[in-house]
Protein backbone atom coordinates (compact mmCIF):
# COMPACT_ATOMS: atom_id res chain seq x y z
CA UNK A 1 0.00 0.00 0.00
CA UNK A 2 0.99 3.86 -0.30
CA UNK A 3 2.06 5.54 2.37
CA UNK A 4 3.65 8.88 3.32
CA UNK A 5 7.39 8.95 2.81
CA UNK A 6 7.81 9.74 6.18
CA UNK A 7 5.06 6.93 7.64
CA UNK A 8 7.49 4.18 6.18
CA UNK A 9 9.20 2.32 8.76
CA UNK A 10 11.89 0.67 7.01
CA UNK A 11 14.91 3.21 5.54
CA UNK A 12 13.89 4.67 2.51
CA UNK A 13 15.06 7.25 -0.34
CA UNK A 14 13.60 8.63 -2.90
CA UNK A 15 16.58 9.89 -5.69
CA UNK A 16 14.27 12.25 -7.95
CA UNK A 17 14.82 13.61 -11.47
CA UNK A 18 17.33 16.42 -10.70
CA UNK A 19 19.59 14.43 -8.00
CA UNK A 20 19.84 11.93 -11.80
CA UNK A 21 20.72 14.69 -13.74
CA UNK A 22 23.46 16.03 -11.58
CA UNK A 23 26.42 12.87 -11.93
CA UNK A 24 25.70 12.41 -15.93
CA UNK A 25 25.38 9.10 -15.49
CA UNK A 26 25.51 6.66 -18.39
CA UNK A 27 23.51 3.91 -17.29
CA UNK A 28 20.72 3.29 -14.60
CA UNK A 29 23.48 0.93 -12.22
CA UNK A 30 25.85 3.93 -13.03
CA UNK A 31 22.69 6.47 -11.68
CA UNK A 32 21.76 4.41 -8.88
CA UNK A 33 25.84 3.81 -7.92
CA UNK A 34 25.91 7.39 -7.53
CA UNK A 35 23.26 7.88 -5.31
CA UNK A 36 23.79 7.03 -2.04
CA UNK A 37 26.90 5.13 -0.26
CA UNK A 38 25.23 2.07 0.81
CA UNK A 39 23.22 0.72 -2.83
CA UNK A 40 26.63 -1.40 -3.60
CA UNK A 41 27.74 -1.43 -6.96
CA UNK A 42 30.11 -4.53 -7.36
CA UNK A 43 31.51 -3.37 -10.54
CA UNK A 44 32.33 0.54 -10.50
CA UNK A 45 32.70 1.31 -14.02
CA UNK A 46 30.01 -0.76 -15.02
CA UNK A 47 30.07 0.31 -19.34
CA UNK A 48 33.24 -2.11 -19.05
CA UNK A 49 33.02 -5.25 -16.84
CA UNK A 50 30.46 -8.46 -16.92
CA UNK A 51 29.66 -8.11 -13.33
CA UNK A 52 26.87 -5.53 -12.79
CA UNK A 53 25.11 -6.01 -9.91
CA UNK A 54 22.99 -3.49 -8.14
CA UNK A 55 22.83 -5.14 -4.10
CA UNK A 56 21.51 -3.33 -0.82
CA UNK A 57 22.78 -5.11 2.79
CA UNK A 58 25.29 -7.61 2.64
CA UNK A 59 22.85 -10.20 0.38
CA UNK A 60 25.87 -10.51 -2.47
CA UNK A 61 23.58 -11.27 -5.15
CA UNK A 62 21.76 -9.63 -7.60
CA UNK A 63 18.92 -12.11 -7.09
CA UNK A 64 18.28 -11.41 -3.97
CA UNK A 65 17.61 -7.37 -4.00
CA UNK A 66 14.77 -7.02 -6.13
CA UNK A 67 14.17 -4.52 -9.30
CA UNK A 68 10.88 -3.30 -10.42
CA UNK A 69 10.53 -0.92 -13.51
CA UNK A 70 7.31 0.85 -12.82
CA UNK A 71 6.74 -1.78 -10.38
CA UNK A 72 7.12 -4.66 -12.89
CA UNK A 73 10.04 -7.28 -11.57
CA UNK A 74 12.71 -7.01 -14.73
CA UNK A 75 14.98 -10.15 -13.24
CA UNK A 76 15.45 -12.95 -15.81
CA UNK A 77 14.56 -16.32 -14.81
CA UNK A 78 18.05 -17.82 -15.22
CA UNK A 79 20.11 -16.55 -12.74
CA UNK A 80 18.39 -13.28 -11.24
CA UNK A 81 20.20 -11.07 -13.42
CA UNK A 82 19.22 -7.50 -14.54
CA UNK A 83 19.52 -5.92 -18.21
CA UNK A 84 20.34 -2.49 -16.73
CA UNK A 85 20.54 -1.86 -20.89
CA UNK A 86 16.68 -2.21 -20.79
CA UNK A 87 15.73 1.94 -20.85
CA UNK A 88 17.90 4.74 -20.80
CA UNK A 89 18.78 7.12 -17.80
CA UNK A 90 16.33 10.09 -20.33
CA UNK A 91 13.51 7.48 -19.61
CA UNK A 92 13.77 7.97 -15.92
CA UNK A 93 11.70 10.09 -13.06
CA UNK A 94 13.27 8.75 -10.13
CA UNK A 95 14.21 5.56 -7.73
CA UNK A 96 12.56 4.64 -5.11
CA UNK A 97 15.08 2.12 -2.47
CA UNK A 98 13.67 0.38 0.29
CA UNK A 99 15.78 -1.23 2.08
CA UNK A 100 15.63 -4.62 4.66
CA UNK A 101 12.85 -6.84 3.77
CA UNK A 102 10.25 -6.72 1.26
CA UNK A 103 8.62 -9.93 0.44
CA UNK A 104 6.03 -8.93 2.40
CA UNK A 105 4.40 -6.77 -0.29
CA UNK A 106 6.66 -7.81 -3.62
CA UNK A 107 7.14 -11.40 -2.86
CA UNK A 108 10.62 -13.36 -3.88
CA UNK A 109 14.06 -11.42 -4.49
CA UNK A 110 13.13 -8.84 -1.97
CA UNK A 111 15.50 -9.98 0.36
CA UNK A 112 18.08 -7.43 1.09
CA UNK A 113 15.50 -4.33 -0.49
CA UNK A 114 13.87 -3.42 -3.50
CA UNK A 115 14.76 -0.76 -6.50
CA UNK A 116 11.78 0.86 -7.92
CA UNK A 117 13.16 2.78 -11.39
CA UNK A 118 9.73 4.84 -12.00
CA UNK A 119 9.68 6.32 -15.60
CA UNK A 120 8.84 10.11 -16.36
CA UNK A 121 5.35 11.39 -17.21
CA UNK A 122 5.59 14.62 -19.26
CA UNK A 123 4.66 17.68 -17.86
CA UNK A 124 4.27 20.02 -20.35
CA UNK A 125 2.88 20.22 -24.25
CA UNK A 126 5.99 19.11 -25.24
CA UNK A 127 9.20 17.79 -24.14
CA UNK A 128 11.91 17.01 -26.63
CA UNK A 129 15.89 16.61 -26.06
CA UNK A 130 18.84 15.11 -28.03
CA UNK A 131 22.27 14.27 -27.31
CA UNK A 132 25.31 13.01 -28.24
CA UNK A 133 28.83 11.81 -25.78
CA UNK A 134 32.36 10.72 -26.57
CA UNK A 135 34.71 10.20 -24.28
CA UNK A 136 38.10 7.61 -22.98
CA UNK A 137 38.29 4.16 -24.88
CA UNK A 138 36.56 5.59 -27.93
CA UNK A 139 33.22 5.62 -26.35
CA UNK A 140 30.26 7.36 -27.72
CA UNK A 141 26.56 7.26 -27.58
CA UNK A 142 23.19 9.33 -29.00
CA UNK A 143 20.48 9.57 -26.55
CA UNK A 144 16.96 11.06 -27.44
CA UNK A 145 13.96 11.71 -25.21
CA UNK A 146 10.29 12.91 -26.87
CA UNK A 147 7.53 13.44 -24.90
CA UNK A 148 4.57 15.26 -24.46
CA UNK A 149 0.83 15.19 -22.92
CA UNK A 150 -2.68 17.39 -23.29
CA UNK A 151 -5.64 16.98 -21.32
CA UNK A 152 -6.43 13.14 -21.83
CA UNK A 153 -3.15 12.36 -23.24
CA UNK A 154 0.85 11.93 -22.45
CA UNK A 155 3.09 10.33 -24.14
CA UNK A 156 7.20 8.93 -23.65
CA UNK A 157 9.40 7.50 -27.10
CA UNK A 158 13.18 7.28 -25.60
CA UNK A 159 16.48 5.58 -26.71
CA UNK A 160 20.04 5.51 -26.63
CA UNK A 161 22.88 3.88 -28.66
CA UNK A 162 26.30 3.27 -27.27
CA UNK A 163 29.85 2.04 -27.96
CA UNK A 164 32.96 1.52 -26.33
CA UNK A 165 36.02 -0.23 -27.21
CA UNK A 166 36.84 -1.35 -23.63
CA UNK A 167 40.01 -2.04 -22.36
CA UNK A 168 42.74 -5.15 -21.50
CA UNK A 169 41.11 -5.66 -18.12
CA UNK A 170 44.17 -8.24 -16.79
CA UNK A 171 47.01 -6.92 -15.56
CA UNK A 172 49.23 -9.36 -16.82
CA UNK A 173 47.25 -9.69 -20.14
CA UNK A 174 48.28 -13.06 -21.95
CA UNK A 175 48.07 -13.50 -26.03
CA UNK A 176 45.07 -14.59 -25.72
CA UNK A 177 42.90 -11.54 -24.15
CA UNK A 178 41.16 -8.60 -25.94
CA UNK A 179 39.22 -5.59 -24.93
CA UNK A 180 36.31 -5.72 -23.58
CA UNK A 181 34.25 -3.82 -25.88
CA UNK A 182 30.42 -3.00 -25.34
CA UNK A 183 27.32 -2.23 -27.59
CA UNK A 184 24.38 -1.15 -26.42
CA UNK A 185 21.14 -0.18 -27.59
CA UNK A 186 17.48 0.89 -25.93
CA UNK A 187 14.03 2.22 -26.80
CA UNK A 188 11.38 2.92 -24.50
CA UNK A 189 7.55 4.02 -25.08
CA UNK A 190 4.84 4.88 -22.58
CA UNK A 191 1.64 6.32 -23.80
CA UNK A 192 -0.99 6.80 -21.08
CA UNK A 193 -4.99 7.77 -21.34
CA UNK A 194 -7.46 9.81 -18.78
CA UNK A 195 -10.78 9.77 -19.42
CA UNK A 196 -11.65 11.10 -16.85
CA UNK A 197 -12.80 10.54 -13.55
CA UNK A 198 -9.06 10.31 -11.42
CA UNK A 199 -8.96 6.95 -13.66
CA UNK A 200 -5.61 5.86 -16.36
CA UNK A 201 -5.17 3.68 -18.73
CA UNK A 202 -1.12 3.24 -19.31
CA UNK A 203 0.71 0.73 -21.97
CA UNK A 204 4.16 0.99 -22.31
CA UNK A 205 7.25 -1.13 -24.37
CA UNK A 206 10.69 -1.81 -23.12
CA UNK A 207 13.57 -3.09 -25.42
CA UNK A 208 17.37 -3.38 -24.47
CA UNK A 209 20.09 -4.93 -25.94
CA UNK A 210 23.43 -5.62 -24.81
CA UNK A 211 26.39 -7.16 -26.49
CA UNK A 212 29.68 -7.27 -24.74
CA UNK A 213 33.07 -8.96 -25.28
CA UNK A 214 34.18 -11.13 -22.36
CA UNK A 215 38.13 -10.26 -22.09
CA UNK A 216 39.12 -12.96 -24.71
CA UNK A 217 37.99 -14.03 -28.58
CA UNK A 218 35.21 -16.59 -28.22
CA UNK A 219 33.49 -15.46 -24.70
CA UNK A 220 31.31 -13.11 -26.05
CA UNK A 221 27.72 -12.32 -24.44
CA UNK A 222 24.69 -11.12 -26.11
CA UNK A 223 21.53 -10.49 -24.37
CA UNK A 224 17.97 -8.81 -25.49
CA UNK A 225 14.92 -7.80 -23.38
CA UNK A 226 11.96 -7.20 -23.86
CA UNK A 227 9.27 -5.72 -21.27
CA UNK A 228 5.28 -4.80 -21.86
CA UNK A 229 2.71 -3.64 -19.85
CA UNK A 230 -0.31 -2.27 -19.32
CA UNK A 231 -2.09 -0.76 -16.14
CA UNK A 232 -4.96 1.02 -14.76
CA UNK A 233 -5.35 3.01 -12.11
CA UNK A 234 -8.30 4.92 -11.16
CA UNK A 235 -9.23 6.47 -7.66
CA UNK A 236 -12.54 6.89 -6.05
CA UNK A 237 -12.97 8.45 -3.07
CA UNK A 238 -11.40 6.80 -0.44
CA UNK A 239 -10.46 4.03 -2.86
CA UNK A 240 -7.54 3.70 -4.83
CA UNK A 241 -7.79 0.24 -7.30
CA UNK A 242 -4.92 -0.73 -9.53
CA UNK A 243 -4.83 -3.75 -12.07
CA UNK A 244 -1.68 -4.26 -14.24
CA UNK A 245 -0.44 -7.17 -17.01
CA UNK A 246 3.21 -7.50 -18.11
CA UNK A 247 5.19 -9.62 -20.22
CA UNK A 248 8.89 -10.04 -20.13
CA UNK A 249 11.14 -11.79 -22.88
CA UNK A 250 15.28 -12.60 -22.17
CA UNK A 251 17.44 -13.95 -24.36
CA UNK A 252 21.04 -14.70 -24.01
CA UNK A 253 23.39 -16.33 -26.30
CA UNK A 254 26.72 -17.04 -24.83
CA UNK A 255 29.96 -18.36 -26.27
CA UNK A 256 32.61 -19.82 -24.02
CA UNK A 257 36.34 -21.22 -24.93
CA UNK A 258 38.56 -24.05 -24.00
CA UNK A 259 41.93 -23.88 -22.00
CA UNK A 260 44.74 -23.63 -23.21
CA UNK A 261 44.41 -22.90 -26.52
CA UNK A 262 41.24 -20.63 -26.10
CA UNK A 263 39.00 -21.99 -29.07
CA UNK A 264 35.59 -21.44 -29.59
CA UNK A 265 33.92 -24.64 -27.38
CA UNK A 266 30.49 -23.43 -26.91
CA UNK A 267 27.57 -21.37 -27.64
CA UNK A 268 24.78 -21.77 -25.44
CA UNK A 269 21.18 -20.00 -26.34
CA UNK A 270 18.45 -19.60 -23.40
CA UNK A 271 15.50 -18.31 -23.93
CA UNK A 272 13.15 -17.24 -20.89
CA UNK A 273 9.50 -15.90 -20.90
CA UNK A 274 7.26 -14.38 -18.39
CA UNK A 275 3.92 -13.60 -18.05
CA UNK A 276 2.23 -12.23 -15.18
CA UNK A 277 -0.53 -9.86 -13.46
CA UNK A 278 -1.64 -8.08 -10.60
CA UNK A 279 -4.58 -6.27 -8.52
CA UNK A 280 -4.51 -4.28 -5.86
CA UNK A 281 -7.02 -1.90 -3.90
CA UNK A 282 -5.91 0.25 -1.12
CA UNK A 283 -8.65 1.52 0.60
CA UNK A 284 -9.00 4.06 3.65
CA UNK A 285 -10.95 2.53 6.61
CA UNK A 286 -11.18 5.69 8.79
CA UNK A 287 -9.54 8.82 9.37
CA UNK A 288 -6.84 6.67 11.22
CA UNK A 289 -6.68 3.77 9.28
CA UNK A 290 -6.33 1.94 5.85
CA UNK A 291 -5.64 -1.25 4.53
CA UNK A 292 -4.50 -2.71 1.02
CA UNK A 293 -5.20 -5.99 -0.52
CA UNK A 294 -4.00 -7.13 -3.67
CA UNK A 295 -2.65 -10.65 -5.67
CA UNK A 296 -0.20 -11.20 -7.86
CA UNK A 297 0.68 -14.29 -10.63
CA UNK A 298 3.10 -15.18 -12.67
CA UNK A 299 4.06 -18.07 -15.11
CA UNK A 300 8.07 -18.56 -16.32
CA UNK A 301 9.03 -20.74 -18.96
CA UNK A 302 12.54 -21.66 -20.05
CA UNK A 303 14.78 -23.15 -22.90
CA UNK A 304 17.77 -23.45 -22.47
CA UNK A 305 20.22 -25.12 -25.25
CA UNK A 306 24.32 -25.61 -25.45
CA UNK A 307 25.83 -26.64 -28.48
CA UNK A 308 29.69 -28.01 -28.13
CA UNK A 309 32.05 -27.72 -30.87
CA UNK A 310 35.04 -29.43 -29.86
CA UNK A 311 32.60 -32.70 -29.19
CA UNK A 312 29.60 -34.23 -30.80
CA UNK A 313 27.37 -33.13 -27.85
CA UNK A 314 24.57 -31.02 -26.70
CA UNK A 315 22.91 -30.36 -23.64
CA UNK A 316 18.87 -28.73 -23.11
CA UNK A 317 17.62 -27.97 -20.11
CA UNK A 318 13.66 -26.68 -19.87
CA UNK A 319 11.13 -25.98 -16.94
CA UNK A 320 8.19 -24.08 -15.99
CA UNK A 321 7.32 -21.88 -12.80
CA UNK A 322 3.94 -20.89 -11.51
CA UNK A 323 3.39 -18.66 -9.10
CA UNK A 324 0.31 -16.99 -7.38
CA UNK A 325 0.66 -14.57 -4.33
CA UNK A 326 -2.65 -12.63 -2.30
CA UNK A 327 -1.02 -10.00 0.19
CA UNK A 328 -2.48 -7.39 2.91
CA UNK A 329 -1.26 -4.70 4.88
CA UNK A 330 -3.14 -2.34 7.43
CA UNK A 331 -1.54 0.94 8.16
CA UNK A 332 -3.14 2.98 11.82
CA UNK A 333 -2.42 5.89 13.45
CA UNK A 334 -2.84 6.78 16.82
CA UNK A 335 -1.87 9.53 19.80
CA UNK A 336 -3.12 12.54 17.38
CA UNK A 337 -0.94 10.65 14.35
CA UNK A 338 2.41 10.72 16.34
CA UNK A 339 2.40 6.97 16.52
CA UNK A 340 1.71 4.81 12.74
CA UNK A 341 1.83 1.27 13.26
CA UNK A 342 1.77 -0.98 9.82
CA UNK A 343 1.40 -4.86 9.54
CA UNK A 344 0.72 -7.08 6.98
CA UNK A 345 1.49 -10.03 4.88
CA UNK A 346 2.19 -12.44 1.88
CA UNK A 347 1.88 -15.73 0.80
CA UNK A 348 3.34 -16.99 -2.05
CA UNK A 349 2.45 -20.92 -3.52
CA UNK A 350 4.72 -22.10 -6.36
CA UNK A 351 4.40 -24.74 -9.08
CA UNK A 352 7.90 -26.11 -10.13
CA UNK A 353 6.39 -28.34 -13.81
CA UNK A 354 8.31 -29.38 -16.98
CA UNK A 355 12.00 -29.71 -15.23
CA UNK A 356 13.96 -31.75 -17.80
CA UNK A 357 18.17 -31.92 -18.43
CA UNK A 358 19.49 -33.96 -21.91
CA UNK A 359 22.92 -34.54 -22.27
CA UNK A 360 23.69 -37.03 -25.17
CA UNK A 361 27.22 -37.27 -23.49
CA UNK A 362 25.81 -39.14 -20.63
CA UNK A 363 22.55 -40.23 -21.93
CA UNK A 364 20.36 -40.39 -25.55
CA UNK A 365 17.39 -39.14 -22.98
CA UNK A 366 16.28 -36.47 -21.04
CA UNK A 367 15.51 -36.77 -17.49
CA UNK A 368 12.36 -35.35 -15.91
CA UNK A 369 12.45 -34.08 -12.38
CA UNK A 370 8.79 -34.84 -10.47
CA UNK A 371 6.24 -32.17 -10.01
CA UNK A 372 6.91 -29.23 -6.73
CA UNK A 373 4.29 -27.39 -4.96
CA UNK A 374 5.78 -25.01 -2.09
CA UNK A 375 5.00 -22.18 -0.31
CA UNK A 376 6.14 -19.55 2.10
CA UNK A 377 4.87 -17.19 4.23
CA UNK A 378 6.23 -13.39 4.41
CA UNK A 379 5.17 -11.13 7.21
CA UNK A 380 5.92 -7.62 8.43
CA UNK A 381 5.64 -5.16 10.74
CA UNK A 382 6.94 -1.63 11.56
CA UNK A 383 6.29 1.20 13.85
CA UNK A 384 7.15 5.37 13.67
CA UNK A 385 7.00 7.73 16.50
CA UNK A 386 7.23 11.27 14.75
CA UNK A 387 8.39 13.21 18.12
CA UNK A 388 7.69 16.43 16.80
CA UNK A 389 7.87 18.26 13.19
CA UNK A 390 11.60 17.45 13.57
CA UNK A 391 12.12 14.08 14.32
CA UNK A 392 11.16 10.84 14.53
CA UNK A 393 12.05 7.20 15.68
CA UNK A 394 11.06 3.84 13.09
CA UNK A 395 11.64 0.50 13.81
CA UNK A 396 10.82 -2.69 11.51
CA UNK A 397 10.95 -6.14 10.67
CA UNK A 398 10.34 -9.23 8.64
CA UNK A 399 10.71 -12.12 7.13
CA UNK A 400 12.01 -12.29 2.90
CA UNK A 401 12.70 -15.12 0.61
CA UNK A 402 14.03 -15.71 -3.07
CA UNK A 403 12.82 -19.11 -5.16
CA UNK A 404 15.54 -21.06 -6.74
CA UNK A 405 16.05 -19.53 -10.47
CA UNK A 406 16.22 -21.86 -13.50
CA UNK A 407 20.29 -22.00 -13.64
CA UNK A 408 20.50 -23.97 -10.27
CA UNK A 409 17.26 -26.00 -10.63
CA UNK A 410 17.76 -27.39 -14.46
CA UNK A 411 20.84 -26.09 -15.98
CA UNK A 412 24.05 -27.90 -16.15
CA UNK A 413 27.45 -25.76 -16.73
CA UNK A 414 30.71 -26.87 -17.58
CA UNK A 415 33.88 -24.47 -15.69
CA UNK A 416 37.51 -24.16 -16.76
CA UNK A 417 39.30 -27.31 -15.41
CA UNK A 418 36.31 -29.58 -16.61
CA UNK A 419 34.61 -29.36 -13.26
CA UNK A 420 31.00 -30.03 -14.18
CA UNK A 421 28.61 -27.92 -12.28
CA UNK A 422 25.37 -30.21 -11.99
CA UNK A 423 21.67 -28.46 -10.76
CA UNK A 424 19.61 -29.75 -7.84
CA UNK A 425 15.75 -29.77 -8.90
CA UNK A 426 15.43 -30.30 -5.35
CA UNK A 427 16.24 -26.81 -4.01
CA UNK A 428 14.36 -24.69 -1.29
CA UNK A 429 13.74 -21.09 -1.20
CA UNK A 430 16.25 -19.06 0.64
CA UNK A 431 15.07 -17.47 3.25
CA UNK A 432 16.14 -14.53 6.03
CA UNK A 433 14.56 -13.10 9.03
CA UNK A 434 15.83 -9.08 9.34
CA UNK A 435 15.13 -6.16 12.07
CA UNK A 436 15.96 -2.62 12.11
CA UNK A 437 15.58 0.54 14.31
CA UNK A 438 16.45 4.22 13.15
CA UNK A 439 16.17 7.47 13.81
CA UNK A 440 15.80 10.77 11.40
CA UNK A 441 16.16 14.08 12.25
CA UNK A 442 16.35 17.56 10.67
CA UNK A 443 17.39 20.25 13.43
CA UNK A 444 17.29 22.99 10.99
CA UNK A 445 15.65 23.82 7.54
CA UNK A 446 19.25 23.10 5.51
CA UNK A 447 20.34 20.25 7.60
CA UNK A 448 18.67 16.69 7.54
CA UNK A 449 20.38 13.32 9.27
CA UNK A 450 19.10 9.69 9.35
CA UNK A 451 21.00 6.50 11.12
CA UNK A 452 19.39 3.39 10.93
CA UNK A 453 21.13 -0.13 12.43
CA UNK A 454 19.90 -3.53 11.28
CA UNK A 455 20.26 -7.35 11.92
CA UNK A 456 19.79 -10.23 9.55
CA UNK A 457 19.97 -13.57 9.45
CA UNK A 458 19.68 -15.53 6.18
CA UNK A 459 19.24 -19.47 5.93
CA UNK A 460 19.26 -22.18 3.46
CA UNK A 461 21.72 -19.69 0.70
CA UNK A 462 22.74 -21.54 -2.34
CA UNK A 463 26.67 -22.13 -2.38
CA UNK A 464 28.06 -24.84 -4.93
CA UNK A 465 29.45 -28.32 -2.92
CA UNK A 466 31.98 -30.70 -4.00
CA UNK A 467 30.99 -34.23 -4.68
CA UNK A 468 33.72 -35.45 -6.85
CA UNK A 469 37.29 -33.59 -7.59
CA UNK A 470 35.17 -33.25 -11.09
CA UNK A 471 31.35 -32.38 -10.04
CA UNK A 472 29.81 -29.65 -8.24
CA UNK A 473 26.31 -29.39 -7.47
CA UNK A 474 23.95 -26.38 -6.10
CA UNK A 475 22.89 -26.89 -2.56
CA UNK A 476 20.94 -24.86 0.20
CA UNK A 477 24.38 -25.00 2.53
CA UNK A 478 25.08 -21.67 3.51
CA UNK A 479 23.61 -19.85 6.51
CA UNK A 480 24.55 -15.95 7.05
CA UNK A 481 24.17 -13.25 10.13
CA UNK A 482 24.70 -10.04 8.87
CA UNK A 483 24.81 -6.19 11.29
CA UNK A 484 24.96 -3.28 10.01
CA UNK A 485 24.44 0.63 10.66
CA UNK A 486 23.22 2.91 7.80
CA UNK A 487 24.51 6.30 8.32
CA UNK A 488 22.98 9.83 5.99
CA UNK A 489 24.12 13.80 6.14
CA UNK A 490 22.74 16.16 4.01
CA UNK A 491 23.12 19.57 4.35
CA UNK A 492 22.17 22.89 2.31
CA UNK A 493 25.54 24.62 2.26
CA UNK A 494 24.33 27.88 0.87
CA UNK A 495 22.26 29.19 -1.73
CA UNK A 496 24.34 27.68 -4.50
CA UNK A 497 26.03 24.75 -2.38
CA UNK A 498 25.20 21.43 -0.74
CA UNK A 499 26.45 18.41 0.04
CA UNK A 500 25.66 15.01 1.11
CA UNK A 501 27.80 12.40 3.09
CA UNK A 502 26.99 8.39 3.79
CA UNK A 503 28.38 6.22 5.85
CA UNK A 504 27.66 2.02 6.27
CA UNK A 505 29.38 -0.51 8.13
CA UNK A 506 28.59 -3.64 7.13
CA UNK A 507 29.63 -6.72 8.62
CA UNK A 508 27.96 -10.54 6.98
CA UNK A 509 29.83 -13.45 8.42
CA UNK A 510 29.37 -17.49 7.10
CA UNK A 511 27.47 -18.96 10.06
CA UNK A 512 27.06 -22.54 8.68
CA UNK A 513 28.05 -24.06 5.76
CA UNK A 514 28.40 -27.66 3.84
CA UNK A 515 33.03 -26.87 4.84
CA UNK A 516 32.92 -26.45 8.08
CA UNK A 517 36.48 -24.06 7.12
CA UNK A 518 34.42 -21.60 5.30
CA UNK A 519 32.19 -21.21 9.27
CA UNK A 520 33.74 -17.53 10.55
CA UNK A 521 34.63 -16.04 6.69
CA UNK A 522 33.17 -12.90 5.32
CA UNK A 523 30.20 -13.45 3.11
CA UNK A 524 31.23 -12.64 -0.92
CA UNK A 525 31.08 -9.53 -2.36
CA UNK A 526 29.97 -7.42 0.85
CA UNK A 527 32.93 -4.91 1.59
CA UNK A 528 32.57 -3.93 5.93
CA UNK A 529 32.66 0.25 5.37
CA UNK A 530 31.85 2.35 2.52
CA UNK A 531 31.43 5.92 2.72
CA UNK A 532 30.28 8.74 -0.04
CA UNK A 533 30.42 12.51 0.10
CA UNK A 534 29.07 14.32 -2.57
CA UNK A 535 29.19 18.14 -3.09
CA UNK A 536 27.29 20.04 -5.52
CA UNK A 537 27.53 23.45 -6.97
CA UNK A 538 24.28 25.23 -9.05
CA UNK A 539 23.87 28.40 -10.16
CA UNK A 540 21.85 28.99 -13.40
CA UNK A 541 23.68 32.35 -14.41
CA UNK A 542 27.47 30.24 -14.36
CA UNK A 543 27.64 26.88 -14.22
CA UNK A 544 26.88 23.61 -12.59
CA UNK A 545 29.10 21.47 -11.10
CA UNK A 546 29.27 18.35 -8.88
CA UNK A 547 31.99 15.73 -7.68
CA UNK A 548 31.65 12.39 -5.43
CA UNK A 549 33.99 10.66 -3.53
CA UNK A 550 33.61 7.45 -2.67
CA UNK A 551 35.67 4.45 -0.35
CA UNK A 552 35.27 0.89 -0.89
CA UNK A 553 36.68 -1.40 2.09
CA UNK A 554 38.20 -4.46 0.88
CA UNK A 555 35.94 -7.64 0.48
CA UNK A 556 36.09 -11.33 -0.97
CA UNK A 557 34.18 -12.80 -4.13
CA UNK A 558 33.61 -16.07 -2.43
CA UNK A 559 33.05 -17.06 1.06
CA UNK A 560 36.22 -19.13 0.99
CA UNK A 561 38.09 -16.09 1.16
CA UNK A 562 40.56 -16.99 -2.18
CA UNK A 563 39.65 -14.40 -4.06
CA UNK A 564 40.31 -10.58 -2.68
CA UNK A 565 39.32 -7.14 -4.23
CA UNK A 566 41.55 -4.62 -2.45
CA UNK A 567 40.34 -1.55 -0.98
CA UNK A 568 40.11 1.71 -3.07
CA UNK A 569 38.66 5.45 -3.12
CA UNK A 570 37.39 6.90 -6.19
CA UNK A 571 36.31 10.60 -7.27
CA UNK A 572 34.00 11.74 -9.71
CA UNK A 573 33.41 14.85 -10.94
CA UNK A 574 31.74 16.96 -13.61
CA UNK A 575 30.75 20.68 -14.90
CA UNK A 576 28.17 21.66 -17.22
CA UNK A 577 26.49 25.16 -18.62
CA UNK A 578 23.33 25.58 -20.40
CA UNK A 579 22.92 28.38 -22.51
CA UNK A 580 19.59 28.85 -24.60
CA UNK A 581 18.85 25.52 -25.78
CA UNK A 582 21.81 23.92 -25.25
CA UNK A 583 23.76 22.00 -22.33
CA UNK A 584 27.93 21.41 -22.35
CA UNK A 585 28.93 18.74 -19.69
CA UNK A 586 32.30 17.81 -19.37
CA UNK A 587 32.64 14.70 -17.00
CA UNK A 588 35.12 12.82 -15.20
CA UNK A 589 35.80 9.34 -13.87
CA UNK A 590 37.93 8.12 -11.53
CA UNK A 591 39.90 11.74 -11.44
CA UNK A 592 42.96 10.24 -9.26
CA UNK A 593 43.61 7.54 -11.95
CA UNK A 594 43.31 4.87 -9.62
CA UNK A 595 43.70 1.19 -10.79
CA UNK A 596 41.76 -0.59 -8.25
CA UNK A 597 39.84 -4.07 -8.38
CA UNK A 598 37.01 -5.52 -9.87
CA UNK A 599 35.58 -8.74 -9.98
CA UNK A 600 34.71 -10.31 -12.67
CA UNK A 601 33.75 -13.58 -11.05
CA UNK A 602 33.95 -15.76 -14.27
CA UNK A 603 38.13 -15.81 -13.24
CA UNK A 604 39.96 -16.77 -10.51
CA UNK A 605 41.79 -13.03 -10.18
CA UNK A 606 40.26 -9.05 -9.94
CA UNK A 607 40.42 -7.19 -12.52
CA UNK A 608 41.87 -4.25 -13.36
CA UNK A 609 39.68 -0.52 -13.55
CA UNK A 610 39.93 1.22 -16.61
CA UNK A 611 41.56 4.37 -14.75
CA UNK A 612 41.00 7.65 -15.79
CA UNK A 613 37.86 8.08 -18.22
CA UNK A 614 36.75 12.03 -19.61
CA UNK A 615 33.69 12.11 -21.40
CA UNK A 616 32.10 14.94 -22.76
CA UNK A 617 28.28 16.00 -24.16
CA UNK A 618 26.37 18.50 -25.86
CA UNK A 619 22.62 17.94 -25.49
CA UNK A 620 20.16 20.05 -27.59
CA UNK A 621 16.70 21.02 -26.15
CA UNK A 622 13.72 21.71 -28.17
Not at 22 to 35: C, W
Not at 96 to 124: D, Q
Not at 518 to 540: L, M, Q, S
Not at 550 to 566: C, G, H, N, S
Request: proline share 4%; with cysteine; aromatic share 10%.
Amino acid sequence: GRSLLKDVPSNTTIVGRKEIEKSNPRTIDQALSNAGGDIDADSPDSSQTRTRQITLRGTGDQARTLVLLDGVPVHDLLTGAVNWALVNVDSVDRFEVIRGPTSNLYGSGGMGGVINVITRVPRAPRETSAAVSYGSLNSKAADFYYGGKSEQFSYVVAGRAYHTDGYVTERTPESYNVKRARDAQNVFTKLTFRPGGDSALTVAVAHGHDNFFRGRKYVDLDSRSTLGYASYAKNSGNIDFRARLDMLYDFFAAEQDLAPTYILNSVDDSSMKTMGGGMQMDAQTSRWGKISLGVDGRLSTLDDNTRYVTVARTVKATGRQLSWSPFFRNEIKMIDEKLVASWGGRFDFFRISDGSLRDTNTSPSATRYPIQNLWTFSPSAGFVWHLNERASLRTAGGRAFRFPTFSPLYKQATIPGGVRIDPNPDLKPEKLWSCEAGADWKPMAALQSKLTLYYTWGTDFQSIRVVTPLTRQYSNVTSVQTHGAEAELRWKLASAWSSALAYTYERARVMDDVAPENIGHDYRVTPRNKIAWGVDYENPKLFSATSRLRYKDRMFADIETRVLQRAYWTMDAGVSRKIGRVEARLGVENLFNNAYDIFDLTLSTPMMAPGRIVTGSLRLFF
